[in-house]
């Protein structure tokens, strides 16, 4: 059981190697039915004068996908960024350099996850409201899927959905390089490692891209 928060002598050791598989073997425990637990009284306590995680996810806001559960991570130990369709804007890059460049986090993880209705209604070309927008970010996707799919290029298509979610990983990282020096600078350096993966609704499982 997990009882100690990580202190920021612990986070100036990590490297975004090790945080990526500690979250994968985290991801591991969760899928075998085996979490460590935590002793979340103690961590609220050891955690109110300050926070030092050691990642940041930016995934959906599906909750089927509760990101500290399906990686086993407890109270101070990673930022999560949620928006529908886990893609970067102007507040979602802020929120990943805070993490990264004040806060100390070793590695920013695009987590995506099989089935999204984001990104289904994207494939589909929905139009509703404010959602509208939303999705227009993940049309990039969406193109780019019909080039390498055959078949409907729309949600019917479960191979071109799952092509979609993996593309709007992958072109989201490269514009969290595009549009933040920061984080670029960062991992050119080798302070951070910017990742994607995919989260399986079926087996629960954390596959990386």
Known sequence: MK???ITKDVQS??????VLKDLLNGNERFVNGNLEGADNAALVQQTTGGQFPKA????CIDSRVPVET??????????VARVAGNFENTDILGSLEYSCKVAGSKLVLVLGHEACGAVKAACDGVELGNITHLLSNIAPAV???A???EGEANSSNAEFVAKTVENNVKLTIDRIREKSPILKEMED???ISIVGAVYSLQT???EMI
């Open 13 to 18: 050791r990590l490297t975004p190697n090790s």
């Open 3 to 5: 009882n100690t928060a």
């Open 189 to 191: 350096k080798g302070e």
């Open 70 to 79: 399906v990686l086993d991570q407890a109270i101070g130990d990673i930022f």
């Open 204 to 206: 629960g499982k954390v």
């Open 143 to 145: 193109k780019k899927s």
């Open 56 to 59: 940041v996810v930016l995934s």
């Open 147 to 149: 080039d390498e799919v």
